[in-house]
């Protein structure tokens, strides 16, 4: 499709805290990309940390939604799927992707679940086989390596890993559908952290790596995830998408430390949205 490019983003809308929608939507659009948003709840705040919060479901104005445009016979780039909160969603965003994607249609699906080696709290120890499913059904994925393992039914181990390690996880992750991994959460030492990126047909894996900051800063996979569907969208591959998400979400996390933020308020990812969109339509394709 020429010109503008259009991404659906399917997400909650956590009102407070800086993740899924009130992430992706800000971040896409201003790489210049039409961000469509299906959102699936509404929460006073994201779940991490904040106790209290209030939950509104909307698994029933997904499909509604999604045949409306279909009516409306509108094309997507791309559809970026992250938390879902029920089996069901994970049904009904498996429908939507056959409803409104097409042969040209990026999919790609953050299976926001867990992290540290512990499932989020709202989860029920069989969600990741779901997850998996709709992971099957992606071009590409972008799992933590918590949410790795747990879809492959294997244990969590605490890195740092080595290359035999995370390249047998990514071949792993191939073997479930999607031709694409980006795999978040790498690290072979306590200096640096970063992504390993894997092409399935090629077998290459590209990585990108940024010096480790201290703290468990809320949101950063949901900027991350936006950041790596803005950059392909803009034409980058695999390997460059990443590095160029990994530079964004890293330096948001700098910002918000040096601002000595509480880490469940979610990063300063806002400041760095204008050199964000400037690197990403200056370079040279
Ligand atoms: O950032 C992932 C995320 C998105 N939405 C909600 C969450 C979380 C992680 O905890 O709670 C509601």
Redesign the pocket.
């Known amino acids: 499709m020429p010109g503008q490019k259009r991404v659906a983003a399917v997400?909650?809308i956590?009102c407070f805290g800086r993740?899924?929608l009130t992430v992706a939507l800000p971040i896409i659009s201003a790489a210049g990309i039409e961000c469509s948003v299906v959102p699936t709840a509404v929460?006073s705040t994201?779940?991490?940390g904040i106790d209290g919060y209030t939950f509104h479901d909307l698994t029933d104005e997904i499909m509604p939604i999604v045949k409306h445009w279909k009516q409306l016979d509108l094309q997507f780039d791309a559809i970026y799927t992250?938390?879902l909160g029920s089996f069901q969603q994970l049904d009904i965003v498996s429908s939507l992707f056959d409803l409104i994607g097409s042969a040209h249609t990026l999919k790609v699906v953050d299976p926001?679940m867990a992290d540290n080696g512990v499932l989020?709290k709202?989860f029920s120890p069989d969600f990741p086989e779901g997850m998996r499913k709709l992971c099957a059904k992606a071009d590409i994925i972008v799992p933590n390596i918590t949410e790795a393992v747990f879809m492959l039914g294997e244990p969590y181990q605490k890195g740092p890993y080595t290359t035999e390690y995370i390249e047998s996880l990514l071949r792993k992750l191939g073997d479930i559908g999607a031709k694409q991994i980006v795999l978040t959460g790498v690290h072979f030492d306590d200096e640096q952290l970063g992504t390993a990126a894997y092409d399935r047909d090629t077998g290459k894996v590209g990585y990108s790596f940024a010096g480790w900051i201290e703290g468990y800063y809320?949101?950063t996979?949901?900027v991350f995830g936006s950041a790596l569907v803005a950059a392909l969208l803009k034409g980058c591959d695999l390997t460059d998408a990443a590095a160029e998400a990994v530079k964004f979400t890293v330096g948001s996390i700098a910002r918000t430390k040096a601002a000595g933020t509480d880490i469940r308020f979610g990063v300063d990812f806002e400041s760095g949205l204008g050199e964000f969109a400037a690197r990403l339509n200056n370079r040279a394709w």
């Open positions: 997400h909650d956590s993740c899924s929460l994201h779940t991490g992250g938390y926001v989020y709202s809320h949101g996979g949901d």
